[in-house]
């Protein structure tokens, strides 16, 4: 089970830190990936860590303004959002899938967290 927490309000320029917890698996044999999505709109891939090395992708509207890192043994993900636009606006979801690779289809990730929204204004 995946725990999305630290969604909220936030002017343009400010910064969330959003947590991905997991329970009753071993968070670092997984690669997690994190999602977003607005009314609308399809659930798109936001930002990626592999399992094992570490290794990170990002979204080309958030490189440079998102970090996402792991700390395995409290078995959570997180990602720092610095930077926040109103077009990151979006219900942003935690997922997690076997294997090393770092996909973008969210079809490619078994696990999922519910969502926490993030609402940056204007």
């Known amino acids: 089970q995946l725990q999305a927490s630290g969604g909220g309000l936030v002017q343009t320029g400010g910064s969330l830190r959003l947590s991905c917890a997991a329970s009753?698996?071993?968070?670092?044999?997984?690669?997690v990936g994190w999602f977003r999505q607005a009314p609308g709109k399809e659930r798109e891939f936001v930002a990626g860590?592999?399992?094992?090395?570490?290794?990170?992708s990002y979204a080309d509207s958030v490189k440079g303004r998102f970090t996402i890192s792991r700390e395995n043994a409290k078995n959570t993900v997180y990602l720092q959002m610095n930077s926040l636009k109103p077009e990151d606006t979006a219900l942003y979801y935690c997922?997690?899938?076997?294997?090393?690779?770092?996909?973008?289809?969210?079809?490619?990730?078994?696990?999922w967290g519910q969502g926490t929204q993030v609402t940056v204004s204007s």
């Open positions: 009753g698996r071993t968070f670092s044999s997984y690669t």
């Open positions: 860590i592999s399992r094992s090395e570490g290794r990170t």
């Open positions: 997922a997690a899938r076997d294997g090393g690779v770092i996909y973008e289809s969210p079809r490619s990730y078994t696990y």
